[in-house]
């Protein structure tokens, strides 16, 4: 049984637990955690120094969140495993999956995924097994709809790999693994970075995002024989734009594309008989004129529907927000908030819809933002969470 859990946060004082601190301003605040009340967040981290990140974590955490407040409270850190920065769960919530973002593991030239097993009692992420990723630096992991499967995209080698994941939670070695080719304009582009790889669950298909190329590589899963086939689509965006992040809207066939090299986002029809995507709109992420560099990072649609947000690194560190036209699909800049922090990562929308969560790599803090449910607009509560190196942010099961 999980234990009720309150803690007090007053504006003298900061109460810490484990690796972390929640903070509120202005008035002592009583954040109740019981039970019947509390979600989890589970937070990717990075554990190591590396040429683009002090990482400081001690590996994945996981905390309590409260939805009548937007309060965060430390419970417990997974067995140590290397940068786990990107995270997902399984959708029976026994199993949380990671990335270990290295080019080496265990004296051996490539990156790897760890699986761990989730003790919802007690909190703990015990490892399971830990195999290759199939290429160097993989930064995504994602799951089919079934949770058999999982797929990987490995930004230094350009590769996306498939993984078998049996009723134990225990991963299999790649069992298919598809090689990018190309490159793009500029000189973050000199080969392929595959970036992000998931499943649309409206069409069944594969989505490869990769920054490297301009490109988004579209494979149809056979789960037979357990390989990514390439179905010959290949969209591209626009040249430079260096595509990351891709989200698929819940109810019309709309997917978007947050570009990091560009700041802007692609809006697309998908086509869900062939897979096509084809685009509508370029929108840039900051306000028309604003020369700042946004280094974009990642991108996520309201439960609503109705809202879209995005990430802006660089010299910009906020969160654009933008509505959906929800006869043609089409985004309008609504706004931006200040991320309180520096490099926000991911971000993530808690299911009620009222709060967003957004993890700041380099100011080692999570933020709570409340939504207006009519503007889509982020208001600050003053709600931040101290967790070193935060990266990825996944509501439980999620």
Same mark, same amino acid.
């Given at each position: 049984?999980?234990?009720?859990?309150?803690?007090?946060?007053?504006? =003298? =004082?900061?109460?810490?637990?484990?690796?972390?601190? !929640?903070?509120?301003?202005?008035?002592?605040?009583?954040?109740?955690?019981?039970?019947?009340?509390?979600?989890?967040?589970?937070?990717? !981290?990075y554990?190591?120094?590396?040429s683009?990140?002090?990482?400081?974590?001690?590996?994945?955490?996981? #905390?309590a969140?409260?939805? $009548?407040?937007?309060?965060?409270?430390?419970?417990?850190?997974?067995?140590?495993?290397?940068? %786990?920065?990107?995270?997902?769960? +399984?959708?029976?919530?026994?199993?949380?999956?990671?990335v270990n973002?290295?080019?080496?593991?265990?004296g051996?030239?490539?990156?790897?995924?760890?699986?761990f097993?989730y003790?919802?009692?007690?909190?703990?992420?015990k490892?399971?097994?830990?195999?290759?990723?199939? &290429?160097?630096?993989?930064?995504?992991v994602?799951?089919?709809?079934?949770?058999?499967?999982?797929?990987?995209?490995?930004?230094?080698? $350009?590769?996306? =790999?498939?993984?078998?994941?049996?009723?134990?939670?225990?991963?299999?070695?790649?069992?298919?693994?598809?090689?990018?080719?190309?490159? @793009?304009?500029?000189?973050?582009?000199e080969? %392929?970075?595959? +970036?992000?790889?998931?499943?649309?669950?409206?069409?069944?298909?594969?989505?490869?995002?990769?920054?490297?190329t301009?490109?988004?590589n579209?494979?149809r899963?056979?789960?037979?024989?357990?390989?990514?086939?390439d !179905?010959?689509?290949?969209?591209?965006?626009? %040249? @430079?734009?260096?595509?990351?992040?891709?989200?698929? +809207?819940?109810t019309?066939?709309?997917? #978007?594309?947050?570009?990091?090299?560009?700041?802007?986002?692609?809006?697309?029809?998908?086509?869900?008989?062939?897979?096509?995507?084809?685009?509508?709109?370029?929108?840039?992420?900051?306000?028309?004129?604003?020369?700042?560099?946004?280094?974009?990072?990642?991108?996520?649609?309201?439960?609503? &529907?109705?809202?879209?947000?995005?990430?802006?690194?660089?010299?910009?560190?906020?969160?654009a927000?933008?509505?959906?036209?929800?006869?043609?699909?089409?985004?309008?800049?609504?706004?931006?908030?200040?991320s309180? &922090?520096?490099?926000p990562?991911?971000?993530?929308?808690?299911?009620?819809?009222?709060?967003?969560?957004?993890?700041?790599?380099?100011?080692?803090?999570?933020?709570?933002?409340?939504?207006?449910?009519?503007? &889509?607009m982020?208001?600050?509560?003053?709600?931040?969470?101290?967790?070193?190196? %935060?990266?990825?942010l996944?509501f439980?099961?999620?």
């Amino acid at each position: 049984m999980l234990q009720k859990l309150l803690f007090f946060i007053v504006v =003298s =004082s900061v109460i810490s637990c484990g690796s972390s601190s !929640t903070k509120k301003a202005n008035k002592e605040v009583e954040v109740d955690n019981s039970e019947d009340h509390y979600s989890l967040v589970f937070i990717g !981290t990075y554990t190591k120094k590396e040429s683009f990140v002090d990482g400081k974590a001690a590996g994945v955490y996981v #905390y309590a969140f409260d939805p $009548g407040t937007g309060g965060l409270k430390y419970l417990a850190t997974s067995d140590s495993t290397v940068n %786990p920065s990107y995270i997902a769960i +399984h959708p029976t919530g026994n199993y949380v999956f990671a990335v270990n973002e290295t080019n080496s593991t265990q004296g051996q030239p490539y990156g790897a995924i760890t699986s761990f097993r989730y003790n919802p009692v007690d909190h703990s992420l015990k490892i399971i097994n830990q195999v290759s990723s199939g &290429g160097d630096y993989p930064c995504n992991v994602n799951l089919d709809p079934t949770g058999r499967f999982l797929l990987d995209a490995n930004y230094g080698s $350009g590769t996306v =790999s498939l993984i078998k994941i049996n009723d134990e939670g225990k991963l299999s070695e790649p069992k298919s693994i598809v090689q990018h080719t190309g490159e @793009g304009p500029t000189a973050r582009q000199e080969s %392929p970075h595959a +970036h992000m790889i998931r499943v649309s669950v409206r069409n069944g298909l594969v989505y490869s995002v990769d920054l490297g190329t301009d490109a988004i590589n579209v494979y149809r899963l056979d789960t037979l024989n357990a390989s990514l086939r390439d !179905t010959g689509i290949e969209i591209k965006t626009s %040249p @430079g734009a260096g595509p990351r992040q891709l989200v698929f +809207h819940q109810t019309h066939p709309w997917a #978007y594309i947050v570009n990091e090299l560009n700041g802007t986002i692609e809006s697309f029809q998908v086509n869900n008989s062939t897979g096509m995507l084809t685009r509508f709109q370029k929108i840039s992420t900051v306000e028309k004129g604003d020369p700042a560099q946004s280094a974009c990072a990642d991108i996520q649609i309201h439960p609503s &529907g109705k809202f879209l947000y995005a990430s802006n690194r660089g010299e910009v560190n906020s969160i654009a927000v933008f509505t959906i036209n929800q006869e043609t699909g089409r985004l309008s800049l609504t706004g931006s908030q200040s991320s309180k &922090g520096r490099t926000p990562r991911s971000f993530v929308i808690d299911p009620s819809g009222r709060f967003l969560l957004v993890a700041n790599q380099d100011t080692d803090n999570v933020v709570t933002f409340k939504i207006d449910p009519v503007t &889509g607009m982020l208001t600050d509560p003053d709600i931040q969470t101290k967790v070193h190196t %935060p990266v990825c942010l996944k509501f439980y099961p999620g």
